[in-house]
């Protein structure tokens, strides 16, 4: 059974910085989409996301600020964000597009959600 935990969240000052982490465990065998989102009260938004193939994405809102990157032997991604800004605070979630051995294909999990916030 795949399970993803996060890590890293907190209380943060305005210009500070902050590292998200998500393992993921059980029988992984591939993992082909990394992405972090986030929830503030409004809609979901996607923050950031690696795919198998195609260039790393950022929402427009943390581009040059925020940086994820995977660690395939520990199966982790990591968000690393700094410069944060108050409009950073939100829960975040990372999704993972994981194959499980004795599975049929890839399947979508989500991590339990962090609290980030930044304030003074």
């Known amino acids: 059974q795949v399970q993803l935990t996060e890590s890293g969240g907190g209380l943060v000052q305005p210009g500070g910085s902050l590292r998200l982490s998500c393992a993921a465990s059980?029988?992984?065998?591939?993992?082909?989409?990394l992405a972090w989102y986030r929830h503030s009260g409004k809609e979901r938004e996607l923050v950031a996301a690696i795919t198998e193939g195609h260039p790393t994405t950022y929402a427009d809102s943390v581009k040059g600020r925020f940086t994820i990157s995977r660690d395939s032997a520990r199966n982790t991604v990591y968000l690393d964000m700094n410069l944060l800004k108050p409009e950073d605070t939100a829960v975040y979630y990372c999704?993972?597009?994981?194959?499980?051995?004795?599975?049929?294909?890839?399947?979508?999990?989500w991590g339990q959600g962090i609290q980030v916030t930044v304030s003074s």
């Open positions: 999704n993972l597009y994981i194959y499980e051995s004795g599975t049929t294909g890839h399947q979508y999990y």
């Open positions: 059980g029988n992984i065998v591939n993992i082909n989409w």
